[in-house]
């Protein structure tokens, strides 16, 4: 494994970037190019050197071929993005069916065919960048509206078994577990969780 030189001082903007390629002279041209643009760059010459790398640099950006030794670089990405968030751009030497078949989804934000010269690897870094941006936000919100689901559900069912135990109407119910919430310092998703338990526990002690 190759390791650029020292770069100059991390200015605004700048990232981490890992770099796989099996032949070293297209290493060498992004090590040099990416330097000299600011960033921080970091190369490898197989797919198991880039999962195994990725781990320890912790990079912002991926720029990986696709065909390189004991693992291609969309499975070498897919490894990745199992442990890592973290955008990639592949490079491949032709753009054909079957590999923008494999590029639809997960981390890969962006396609380079060789040969490519440093204005399109600036815009292609800028494109994925954004697009990861922007993925993140879409991810984020789906995973927070599906929090706000669960809690609701969990809510509902706590306000039933305090109704049920209690003989009280919804809203009474509702006040209830606030108050009891702010009461203890707790949140109202903890406390409606514990009635919940609690009623489980009194179903099983009336049909023993």
């Not at 195994?52 to 720029?63: E, F, G, N, W």
Request: charged fraction near 30%; aromatic fraction near 4%.
């Amino acid at each position: 494994m190759s390791q650029s030189v020292s770069p100059p001082p991390v200015a605004t903007g700048t990232l981490r970037i890992l770099v796989a390629d099996d032949e070293r002279e297209i290493r060498e041209f992004f090590q040099e190019m990416l330097t000299r643009i600011g960033h921080q760059a970091f190369a490898v010459s197989t797919g198991r050197e880039l999962v195994d790398t990725a781990r320890q640099v912790k990079p912002d950006l991926i720029i990986t071929d696709v065909v390189m030794p004991e693992l291609d670089g969309i499975d070498a990405a897919s490894e990745i993005g199992t442990e890592q968030d973290v955008p990639v751009i592949l490079v491949s030497a032709r753009e054909d069916p079957e590999l923008l078949s494999r590029i639809g989804t997960g981390h890969i934000m962006n396609l380079l065919i060789k040969p490519v010269r440093e204005a399109e690897v600036r815009a292609a870094i800028a494109v994925a960048m954004r697009r990861f941006q922007q993925y993140r936000e879409v991810r984020d919100e789906a995973t927070n509206l599906r929090q706000a689901l669960e809690n609701r559900k969990l809510l509902e069912r706590a306000k039933g078994a305090v109704m049920r135990r209690l003989h009280v109407d919804e809203p009474e119910a509702l006040q209830r577990l606030k108050k009891m919430a702010s009461h203890h310092n707790r949140k109202l998703t903890d406390v409606a969780e514990e009635v919940i338990n609690a009623e489980q526990i009194f179903y099983r002690l009336e049909n023993l």
